[in-house]
């Protein structure tokens, strides 16, 4: 099993020691450089109302704890759109339905440049160290990025992996406790990784998802990415800061390990594997590592974040379990001609995947409600065309927009007692009469998820596997069950694990498989 994420992390952080004195001369320069942009920016007028005090708290607060930075300022404008500075940058926090509408519509309004500057923490080709990059590895718009993964997750290439999918879960979960039979799981440890390893089967090759040694050492660099995207980092690329030395290592190591696996492929027969897809259109070494380092980052954290914390409220909300466990097996019974003595594996593998995509109504309103609550992504944006008018204010060319969903999702307006755990709220006729959209967990309009269909299936078939095999609760450290729900850390942008201790999931293999 690989090393716990909280392992990993601690390591890094054991390192910030070192990092204090650069950490001080960055501060430094920050300082000066906020202090001139502050003063300069006095007087510029963009029709969305600055926020006082000196700018540089503000951008720091943003990096270091963005939600509660942007969802505290948004209740003392009672929810109005705001702008701060990010360095020279003008960002505007937005809020309200005219700004949705507009923010999911607007030709001009980039995602990639938007991420670049305000999220920080996705790999970038830019920081591999002394590669001679082919230009093919450069610029990958997102256009042919969604291209490419839609072929990765066409319905052919699903209906073939999916029996192996299924097997995958039921190997990693194998390896939980006491071979799997009975034990305790961080599940924000282990089904984060267990989500790794089925992003790794979608998006790689076998050998990939079968070496744990490289799994753990790619999670590894991917939290050592995180850990390095400090506000001074991400504002200064070109100060040669110990964090950039870190990221642009990470990076670097990367994006070797995952060349040496394409570089395997190209001597091997060639297979269905995702890999193998891309090298069949001709794209070179590069530009497939590259992409791959891209589609695991965005694969992973999401799926994880709902995964875990739908199988805690389920912990909790017995009711809910016992609905979508009558669910899953009235859906095995519907689709498994196979003896009753036949693996978990064989029933679950006999549900085509229009089984799974329409015939799971009460997982599904389990997995929004869960989605809604917990998962509170921040939509970011550039605007590289002309000015841009929101409700009688203008987003200037150049200036930044992020877009915080929680502002909607955790709106009592929209969705009355915001916090309740209510999967029934989405069986209703229409969940959400007061609104355009209904829901933005998977995003809307030009940038909607492409990972969606993908990411649906592997959090059912997980729950499936889950419910189906086990009896289950949520446990303290010392292994006392736990009636309260715990909250999710929202400022967490890694994990979105639990504020304050550790919870834990005391399983017992309930079926016999
Ligand atoms: C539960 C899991 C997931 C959630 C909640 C989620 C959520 C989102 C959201 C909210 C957006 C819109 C971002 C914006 O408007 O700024 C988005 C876009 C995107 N997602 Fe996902 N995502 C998930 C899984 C995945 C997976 C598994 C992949 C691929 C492996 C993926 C790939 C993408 C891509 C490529 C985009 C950008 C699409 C574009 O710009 O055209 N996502 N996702």
Same mark, same amino acid.
């Given at each position: 099993?690989?090393?716990?994420?909280?392992?990993?992390?601690s390591?890094?952080a054991?390192?910030?020691?070192?990092?204090?004195?650069g950490?001080l001369?960055?501060?430094?320069?920050?300082?000066t450089?906020?202090?001139?942009?502050?003063l300069?920016?006095?007087?510029?007028e963009?029709?969305?109302?600055?926020l006082r005090?000196?700018?540089?708290?503000h951008?720091?607060?943003f990096?270091?704890?963005?939600?509660?930075?942007?969802?505290?300022?948004?209740?003392?404008?009672?929810?109005?759109s705001?702008?701060?500075?990010v360095?020279?940058?003008?960002?505007?926090?937005l809020?309200?339905?005219?700004?949705?509408?507009v923010?999911f519509?607007?030709?001009?309004?980039d995602?990639?440049?938007?991420i670049k500057?305000?999220?920080?923490?996705?790999?970038?080709i830019?920081n591999?160290?002394?590669i001679e990059?082919?230009?093919?590895a450069?610029?990958?718009?997102?256009?042919?990025?969604?291209r490419k993964l839609?072929?990765l997750?066409?319905?052919?290439?699903?209906?073939?992996?999916?029996?192996?999918?299924?097997?995958?879960?039921?190997?990693?979960?194998?390896?939980w406790?006491n071979?799997?039979?009975?034990?305790?799981?961080?599940?924000?440890i282990e089904?984060?990784e267990?989500?790794?390893?089925?992003?790794?089967?979608?998006?790689t090759?076998?050998?990939l998802?079968?070496n744990?040694a490289d799994?753990?050492r790619?999670l590894?660099?991917?939290?050592?990415?995180?850990?390095?995207?400090?506000?001074?980092?991400?504002?200064?690329?070109?100060?040669?800061?110990?964090a950039?030395?870190?990221?642009?290592?990470?990076?670097?190591e990367?994006?070797?390990i995952?060349?040496?696996?394409?570089?395997?492929?190209?001597k091997?027969?060639?297979?269905?594997?995702?890999?193998?897809?891309?090298?069949?259109?001709g794209?070179?070494?590069?530009?497939?590592?590259?992409?791959?380092?891209?589609v695991?980052?965005?694969?992973?954290?999401?799926?994880?974040?709902?995964?875990?914390?739908? /199988?805690?409220?389920?912990? &909790?909300?017995?009711e809910?379990? *016992? #609905?979508c466990?009558? =669910?899953?097996? $009235?859906?095995?019974?519907?689709?498994?001609d196979?003896?009753?003595?036949?693996?978990?594996?064989?029933?679950?593998?006999?549900?085509?995947?229009?089984?799974?995509?329409?015939?799971?109504?009460?997982?599904?309103?389990?997995?929004?409600?869960?989605?809604?609550?917990?998962?509170t992504?921040?939509?970011?944006?550039?605007?590289?065309?002309?000015?841009?008018?929101?409700?009688?204010?203008?987003?200037k060319r150049?200036d930044?927009?992020?877009?915080?969903?929680a502002?909607?999702h955790?709106?009592p307006?929209?969705?009355p007692?915001?916090?309740?755990?209510d999967?029934?709220?989405?069986l209703?006729?229409?969940?959400?009469?007061?609104?355009?959209h209904k829901?933005?967990?998977?995003?809307?309009?030009r940038?909607?998820c492409?990972?969606?269909?993908?990411?649906? /299936?592997?959090?059912k078939? &997980?729950?499936?596997?889950f419910? *189906? #095999?086990?009896?289950? =609760?949520?446990? $303290?450290?010392?292994?006392?069950?736990?009636?309260?729900?715990?909250?999710?850390?929202?400022?967490?942008?890694?994990?979105?694990?639990?504020l304050?201790?550790?919870?834990?999931?005391?399983?017992?293999?309930a079926?016999?498989?």
């Open positions: 099993m690989f090393a716990s994420n909280s392992t990993i992390l390591s890094v054991g390192e910030d020691n070192q990092l204090a004195a950490a001369g960055i501060a430094a320069i920050l300082t450089t906020a202090v001139y942009f502050t300069r920016s006095k007087g510029k963009n029709g969305f109302p600055k005090g000196f700018q540089l708290y951008a720091w607060d990096f270091y704890r963005r939600y509660d930075f942007l969802l505290s300022n948004l209740n003392r404008s009672s929810g109005k705001f702008s701060f500075n360095l020279h940058h003008n960002v505007i926090a809020a309200g339905e005219d700004a949705r509408r923010l519509t607007t030709p001009h309004f995602l990639s440049e938007g500057l305000l999220l920080g923490i996705a790999p970038q830019e591999v160290n002394d990059l082919e230009p093919d450069k610029g990958d718009t997102i256009p042919h990025f969604n839609n072929r997750f066409s319905h052919n290439r699903l209906e073939d992996v999916l029996p192996t999918l299924l097997q995958d879960i039921i190997d990693q979960a194998g390896k406790g071979g799997g039979k009975s034990g305790r799981i961080d599940p924000f089904v984060y267990l989500i790794f390893v089925l992003t790794a089967r979608m998006t090759c076998e050998e998802t079968k744990e799994l753990k790619i590894e660099l991917f939290s050592t990415l995180h850990t390095s995207s400090t506000p001074a980092a991400v504002l200064l690329p070109w100060f040669p800061s110990p950039r030395k870190k990221t642009r290592e990470a990076t670097t990367l994006f070797t995952l060349c040496t696996y394409v570089e395997a492929r190209r091997a027969e060639p297979t269905s594997e995702a890999i193998d897809v891309l090298i069949a259109e794209e070179s070494t590069q530009s497939i590592a590259d992409y791959i380092m891209k695991l980052f965005a694969g992973v954290i999401n799926t994880g974040v709902v995964t875990c914390w739908a /199988l805690v409220y389920l912990a &909790i909300h017995s809910w379990r *016992e #609905k466990k009558q =669910e899953i097996q $009235d859906l095995i019974f519907r689709h498994s196979s003896p009753p003595s036949s693996t978990l594996g064989e029933k679950l593998g006999a549900v085509p995947i229009s089984g799974w995509q329409n015939e799971l109504p009460m997982l599904d309103a389990c997995l929004q409600e869960t989605h809604r609550i917990c998962l992504p921040m939509a970011f944006r550039r605007n590289l065309g002309k000015e841009i008018n929101i409700g009688g204010q203008v987003v150049g930044f927009v992020v877009y915080p969903i502002e909607f955790l709106n307006e929209f969705y007692e915001p916090y309740k755990f999967p029934s709220r989405w209703r006729p229409d969940p959400v009469p007061n609104a355009t829901f933005l967990g998977w995003g809307s309009g940038h909607a492409t990972g969606m269909k993908v990411a649906k /299936l592997e959090m078939m &997980i729950l499936a596997v419910l *189906e #095999k086990y009896d289950y =609760e949520l446990v $303290d450290v010392d292994g006392k069950r736990v009636s309260q729900m715990p909250v999710p850390n929202r400022n967490d942008l890694n994990q979105t694990g639990p304050g201790p550790t919870c834990y999931l005391d399983f017992k293999q079926s016999t498989d």
